[in-house]
């Protein structure tokens, strides 16, 4: 975000520009499932969800506790319960890891909720390391 400010010294006007960045770049769970080639099993009509960050945990009652709106919720966990819980904590999305699918159940509560549940090959370690180079503007 950039603002630009004019003021004056001595008579003079002085532009001045204020460059603000956040801790953690703005995304889009579309702009994510196109950026690492995610499946999107369920809740495809609501990728608009903004991301604030990721987090990665496959104990539910570690995620229900701990994670906050807008994070990406990366598990091997694939049961109805994780749209329940991520529903509830307003996470932006469930992204399941190592090709694991989720049951039907899951996927019908997804739609029902409008949380995203996405899919990809890679492992938990390889994941998390891109949702951090992506959120973060890591090359």
């Not at 770049?25 to 950026?35: Q, R, Y």
């Not at 990406?72 to 996470?91: C, F, G, H, P, Y």
């Amino acid at each position: 975000m950039v603002f630009h400010h004019a003021i004056q010294i001595d008579g003079e006007r002085n532009d001045l520009t204020q460059i603000v960045t956040k801790e953690e770049d703005e995304m889009k769970v579309s702009e994510l499932v196109k950026e690492l080639n995610l499946v999107v099993f369920s809740g495809g009509e609501d990728l608009n969800r903004e991301i604030t960050g990721g987090y990665v945990s496959d104990l539910l009652n570690d995620v229900l506790e701990n994670a906050s709106k807008g994070k990406v919720w990366v598990t091997l966990q694939t049961q109805q319960n994780i749209v329940d819980i991520a529903s509830r904590k307003e996470l932006a999305c469930v992204l399941l890891v190592s090709s694991l699918q989720p049951e039907q159940k899951t996927i019908d509560n997804s739609n029902a909720e409008g949380i995203p549940v996405l899919g990809t090959s890679m492992s938990t370690f390889e994941i998390a390391g891109l949702l951090y180079q992506k959120l973060k503007g890591v090359q």
